[in-house]
């Protein structure tokens, strides 16, 4: 599974599930913060940060994104 995390609100909710390395994240560019960064390294987490900030318009785009690096596999989406 891969979590699409919108806000730092989401990532801190997750954050827990996420710890175990077994998903990937990806985050818009103002969400996560040098602490959040050490977090997901220190437990290898698979991150990506898009380098634009995301906002309704850019969901569907984003999740297409997703959907390319990670084909088949089913995607969280912070609502």
């Known amino acids: 599974m891969v979590f ?9 909710d997750i954050k827990k599930i ?3 390395g077994k998903y990937s994240i990806w985050v818009g ?6 602490d959040d960064i050490d977090f997901i390294e220190s437990k290898d ?19 297409e994104t997703i959907y390319e690096h990670h084909p088949n ?7």
Do not use: P
Not at 73 to 79: A, L, Q, T
């Open 18 to 20: 996420i710890e175990s």
């Open 73 to 79: 596999e089913k995607v969280w989406v912070e609502m």
């Open 29 to 34: 560019s103002e969400i996560l913060d040098e």
């Open 45 to 63: 987490i698979d991150y990506t940060v898009f380098n634009y900030t995301i906002d309704q318009n850019d969901i569907q785009s984003s999740l």
């Open 4 to 12: 699409f995390v919108l806000s730092k609100k989401g990532f801190s």
